[in-house]
């Protein structure tokens, strides 16, 4: 069996289709938003997609044009309740393995799942025995169309920011920048950064990102910190040491947040690169905990006064008890080296309280506010 990644802006549809596949013995991650989905395929290796077409935001071809941006070899079927041809067509010509109409029957969806998964895992063989990473985002483009979208993304470059909440009080903690842009085909993070580890220019994306929150800073609320995320390459990158450098003016007012996904292991003496941001005024986070490849071995070289939870343990922390449990443990190791613990991915009323009554207190979501231009006020 394998793992399949659903995306539907309906919650009942999202669950049926859950039970159908979960009862077929394969495991399921959710998404209720295009975004979300894509942020999930960036992090986490999928065997198959299942997404409506239409959602708000971001409809289902387009996601799955995205989503073959990312990993070409990807099985993306669409489920529709309203068939046109024109959409069809679109599907077909971005390489949709099937195009199905609701309701769906749950035998149809199953075969149809079950085909798709093993279409992945031949194709992955077939990499492997020549040599490839089959895990690895693979761009379409050619090196050279690459770099050209990669200059263009770099040049039209800007930040969204989302809302950090403190729930106890009702209170802004801080905002986390999230880089976009507004030219060509890399627009959201995981394009942009598959696109610039494939070319070697993650020091170019950094500082570029450090550069337009410097630039944006004075406009955020003075109460609240800002979030900027920090590849481990990054950790390498002189100019994130300068003190002259854009952002460490602001550095008493920044989070580094160091990325869980990415290994720290190719990384020299990370904890003599610690000291030294820390001397500048930051402090570090650790960011998608329980996503990535390091686990807890990311505590004794960081020792970060911020834990982020990565949204696969927050999404669905009122309904699975598992989840609570290690969410719980998690706070309580927090509090013991004197972290924060900052819940991401919250979406639901439901998921809220659920992590507050873990011992989160800051939380992180769309339920508070998406991530857009300026420092929105967010929704209680």
Known sequence: MGRVLLVDDDPLVLRAFQRVLESGGHEVETS?????????ASRR??????SDVRMPSMDGVELLRRLHALHPDLPVLLVTAVPRLESAVRALDHGALRYLEKPVDNEVLLESVEKAVALHRQARLEREALGLLADAPVWRLDRDALEQAFDAALSSAWIAFQPIVRWSDRRIFAYEALVRSADGPLELPPEILSAAER??????????????????????????????????????????????????????RVVLEVTERQSLQ??????????????????????????????LASFGALEPEVIKLDMALTR???????RQLLIRAIAALARSLHALVVAEGVETKGERDALVAQGCDLLQGFLFARPESGFAAPQF
């Open 32 to 40: 209720r938003d295009g975004e979300h989905a894509l942020a999930l």
């Open 45 to 50: 290796r999928f065997d198959a997609v299942v």
């Open 199 to 252: 070319l070697g220019r993650l020091h170019d994306l950094g500082r570029r990102v450090r550069r337009l929150v410097a630039e944006q800073a004075a406009h955020c609320p003075s109460e609240a910190l800002l979030f900027v995320n920090l590849h481990a390459v990054d950790l390498g990158d002189p100019e994130l040491y300068q003190p002259e450098a854009p952002l460490s003016g602001l550095a008493r």
């Open 266 to 295: 190719a990384v020299d003496d990370v904890p003599a690169r610690m000291a030294s941001l820390r001397r500048l005024g930051y402090r570090i986070a650790i960011d998608d905990l329980g996503a990535g490849y390091s686990g």
């Open 316 to 322: 669905g922390a009122d309904s699975v008890e598992k």
